[in-house]
C-alpha cells in the first residue's frame, strides 16, 4: 500500500519511522510518503490560508497549494486513490472502515488546518479519486495531523505481514462488536492482586468461555451502544 500525507507539519509524521509501521515501511509493505503543503505556493511567504468569504473567525486554507499538491501525488500514482480528509464534519471512522481501507492501493491522507480547507479542493479531489471526510469521534482537534496517523495506524496494522502474529488481530476490541477480554500476565499475584483462577486452570475451554462472557460483560458495561438493540437478532 502506498500512503501518502499532505501537511504544513511534515515533521509530525517522522514518528512513522519507528515501531511496526517503521518495519513495515522496511518491509516494503507500505510505502509512506509526507509532503510539505507549503513546498506548493508559489509566494514568497509560503502562504496556505486566506481569510473566509462571508465572514467569520479564522482562516481558511487555500485551494491553489492544495490542488498542486494533488496534482503532483496522482502525477505518478500507479492506481485511482482514495482521499482521505480528518474533518469533524466527517462519516465515523471505525474498526470496519479502517478493515475496509487496508485493501486499498493508494491512500492520500489531506490534512487539513485552521478553520478548514476550501471546500472546492474536495470537489476537484473527486476528480482524481474516491473522497472520504472522515472523522474520529465527536470533539474537535486543532487540525487533521493526529486523526491521520490514527487512521494510518489502524489501517497499516490490518495489512497483511505488517503484524507479526496475525491471531493477535482476532478478538481484539472492536473487531466482532465486543471489546477484549481482560489480560494478564506473571506474576499470578501481586500486590494483593491475583489473576483469576480459571486462567491458572489450564482449561482451555472454560478459558475461552471466561474470556467470553468478560467481552459480553464489558461490552454491556461501558459500550452498551454496540450490542444488537434487539437480544433475539
Ligand atoms: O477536529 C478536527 C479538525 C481537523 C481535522 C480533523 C478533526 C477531527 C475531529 C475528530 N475527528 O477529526
Known amino acids: 500500500m502506498r500512503v501518502d500525507v499532505v501537511t504544513i ?3 509530525f509524521f517522522d514518528v512513522l519511522e519507528v515501531s511496526l509501521l517503521g518495519k513495515a515501511r522496511g518491509a516494503g509493505l507500505l510505502d509512506v510518503r509526507v509532503h510539505d503543503l507549503r513546498e506548493y505556493t508559489t509566494d514568497r511567504h509560503r502562504t496556505v490560508d486566506d ?6 473567525a479564522g482562516m481558511v486554507m487555500k485551494p491553489e497549494p492544495w490542488g498542486a499538491a494533488l496534482d503532483a501525488i496522482v502525477a505518478d500514482a500507479a492506481s485511482r486513490p482514495t482521499f482521505i480528509f480528518p474533518s469533524p464534519a466527517g462519516e465515523l471512522f471505525t474498526q470496519a472502515t479502517a478493515r475496509e481501507l487496508s485493501v486499498a492501493p493508494h491512500l492520500v491522507f489531506g490534512c487539513g488546518r485552521y478553520e478548514g480547507i476550501d471546500e472546492r479542493v474536495f470537489a476537484y479531489a473527486a476528480t482524481l479519486g474516491d473522497v472520504r471526510l472522515m472523522s474520529l469521534g465527536d470533539y474537535v482537534l486543532n487540525g487533521g495531523e493526529v486523526a491521520s496517523m490514527a487512521m494510518i495506524e489502524a489501517i497499516g496494522r490490518l495489512i497483511p505481514g505488517v503484524v507479526g502474529n496475525p491471531e493477535s488481530l482476532v478478538e ?3 473487531e466482532d462488536g465486543l471489546l477484549e477480554y ?17 486462567l491458572l486452570s489450564g482449561h482451555h475451554g472454560r478459558v475461552a468461555d471466561w474470556r467470553r462472557d468478560q467481552r459480553v460483560a464489558r461490552t454491556r458495561e461501558r459500550r452498551p451502544d454496540l450490542l444488537p ?4 437478532a
Do not use: Q
Open 9 to 11: 507539519f511534515p515533521a
Open 51 to 56: 481569510t473566509p468569504y462571508g465572514g467569520g
Open 172 to 174: 481484539e476490541s472492536h
Open 182 to 198: 481482560p489480560s494478564y500476565t506473571k506474576p499470578a499475584a501481586w500486590r494483593g492482586y491475583d489473576v483469576p483462577d480459571v
Open 229 to 232: 438493540s434487539d437480544p433475539s
